[in-house]
Nanobody
Framework: HVQLVESGGGSVPAGGSLQLSCVSSLITASMAWFRQKPGQEREGIALITRHGSTNYDDSVQERFSISLDYAKNTIFLQMNDLKPDDTAMYYC??????????????????WGQGTQVTVS
């Protein structure tokens, strides 16, 4: 069983930056960040494989960056040029599969509790 704990959320003005962290008990084959806006379904926004390959949703491409620190079993999400539409609960997720063709929830086995990001 993989345990995930996110941190780093908060309130920032538009144009600001935040870095989210997710400490995992184990680095799995694929790890990702999702977000869920009020009244909407959870959407995948960034993925990184154990080997360092990354993939992003178009909505955050060029503004967000996912990275992995193997020594600390931690995944990061650097978020720049934040917009009010980025306001959401952000979740870290882990998949035991190296084949994740699309960042969608059914591919992921483990989830963190989430951290709130509010952009005003």
């Amino acid at each position: 069983h993989v345990q995930l704990v996110e941190s780093g959320g908060g309130s920032v003005p538009a144009g600001g930056s935040l870095q989210l962290s997710c400490v995992s008990s184990l680095i799995t084959a694929s790890m990702a960040w999702f977000r869920q806006k009020p009244g909407q379904e959870r959407e995948g926004i960034a993925l990184i494989t154990r080997h360092g390959s990354t993939n992003y949703d178009d909505s955050v491409q060029e503004r967000f960056s996912i990275s992995l620190d193997y020594a600390k079993n931690t995944i990061f999400l650097q978020m720049n040029d934040l917009k009010p539409d980025d306001t959401a609960m952000y979740y870290c997720a882990a998949s035991e599969s190296a084949w994740v063709p699309k960042i969608v929830a059914p591919f992921f086995n483990y989830w963190g509790q989430g951290t709130q990001v509010t952009v005003s």
